[in-house]
């Protein structure tokens, strides 16, 4: 059995070559399953399967539900913490010097091109999102009906509400789940032992928060959005982009629309979880402090859940309810990052350059597979070239 030094060391090598998002799954199947031998090929699905049906980072919350199994709380946290840990660093040091140099022309000129590349990002999450989560006529209705309401200024989480709860109860005539097969439970904790420390969780997420608004009003407000944000987040990174928008760049007008894409760009360069860009956008706005505060807060709900429900899991994957509720979320997701998608490119398609560009990432990430990393380089040659 490793120590919760062996698991953290492990995972923070991981976190330093975790570009690539869920490309980083495999890599850490090798090392958890066929390299140390940790755990078993069936409990490593069994954690991955869990993590797909909860909010925020899947990669993230797999680690921590590798350490959870491995060495319960701590393991969790020290899995968690240092897979996080290099992004970051990265972002902090990127972030620096964006807000220090980005005033520069060839800076400028190069972030044309690569705020176009973003755009063509956006439009392969939305593309694979919508296959994904579109399988069903009901899922697009949803999705339609989202994106109309969103158009109208309706608040993001009743939006998301209102979804889960159409698309269970539409879901169970129209489209009903098959009965998973049954297997053996697992021995699981007292429940009393679990609501006691869910009660004391919360307690001090609550008194931090009311901390920080007596400290600093705007770090407040950022510890309430980073969590509501960790909390409704199913999809992982691709689904905070839209969410994040509407609540620092529309809402409080904290970041530009342009600093906005900038942040994404960064996030997808650096190592680790695309929720990465919560630190880029804290930083921005507060500074270090911010930076540590949106980064605790967007990955702290996650972890949470993972650390409390990985003992109950057999009883989760059994729950039709919470199949069909996550399904709704996901089709009212389509309709948000269509939304935010027409945003986002009214501010960074302003040529047939830039167009040209954008169709060109989308046609090589879409159509031809190609790594980010090339398309992103590619994107800063050619701005360099034309601009």
């Known amino acids: 059995m490793p120590t919760t030094r062996d698991i953290f060391l492990t995972f923070l090598h991981l976190g330093t070559t975790a570009f690539g998002g869920l490309a980083m799954i495999e890599p850490i199947r090798k090392r958890v399953v066929d390299q140390k031998k940790w755990l078993s090929q069936g409990e490593f699905l069994d954690g991955l399967a869990l993590c797909q049906m909860l909010p925020g980072a899947t990669v993230v919350q797999l680690a921590a539900y590798l350490g959870r199994r491995l060495r319960g709380v701590k393991g969790a946290l020290a899995a968690a913490g240092a897979f996080i840990l290099p992004g970051f660093l990265l972002m ?20 044309r091109g690569l705020a176009a590349a973003v755009i063509a990002l956006v439009l392969q999450t939305l593309w694979n999102l919508g296959r994904a989560a579109g399988r069903h006529w009901l899922d697009w209705g949803i999705a339609c009906l989202a994106l109309s309401a969103l158009s109208l200024q309706a608040n993001y989480l009743l939006v998301f509400l209102a979804a889960a709860l159409g698309r269970l109860l539409l879901g169970a005539k129209f489209d009903p789940e098959r009965e998973p097969r049954k297997t053996a439970r697992e021995r699981r904790p007292p429940p009393g032992s679990i609501l006691l ?40 990174g691709y689904v905070m982009i839209p969410i994040l928008q509407w609540e620092v760049v529309d809402h409080f007008g904290w970041l530009t629309l342009r600093q906005f894409l900038d942040g994404i760009l960064l996030s ?40 409390f429900l990985t003992p109950f899991y057999q009883a989760i994957k059994e729950a039709k309810w919470m199949r069909q509720a996550i399904r709704g979320i996901l089709a009212a997701l389509v309709g948000f990052l269509v939304l935010v998608l027409w945003q986002m490119g009214r501010a960074a398609i302003i040529d047939g350059k830039t167009l040209g560009i954008m169709l060109a990432g989308a046609a090589a990430l879409i159509g031809l597979k190609i790594n980010l990393l090339w398309v992103i380089a590619g994107a800063a040659l050619v701005s360099l070239l034309i601009f």
């Not at 520069?104 to 190069?110: D, E, F, G, S």
């Not at 004391?200 to 009003?217: K, M, P, Q, T």
């Not at 911010?290 to 859940?305: D, K, N, W």
Request: glycine share 12%; hydrophobic share 60%; net charge positive.
């Open 92 to 111: 902090l040091g990127l972030s620096f010097l964006y807000f220090k140099y980005g005033n520069l022309p060839w800076v400028q000129t190069v972030s």
């Open 268 to 307: 997808y360069a650096t190592p680790g979880p695309l929720l990465i860009l919560a630190a880029f956008a804290g930083f921005c706005i507060k500074g270090l402090p911010g930076a540590l505060v949106s980064t605790v807060f967007v990955f702290l709900p996650p972890t949470l859940m993972i650390i």
């Open 197 to 236: 420390q869910v009660s004391l969780s919360l307690l001090s997420i609550a008194a931090f928060v009311i901390g920080l608004f007596h400290l600093d009003r705007v770090m407040g407000q950022m510890a309430l959005i980073f969590l509501k944000i960790g909390v409704v987040s199913f999809g992982g």
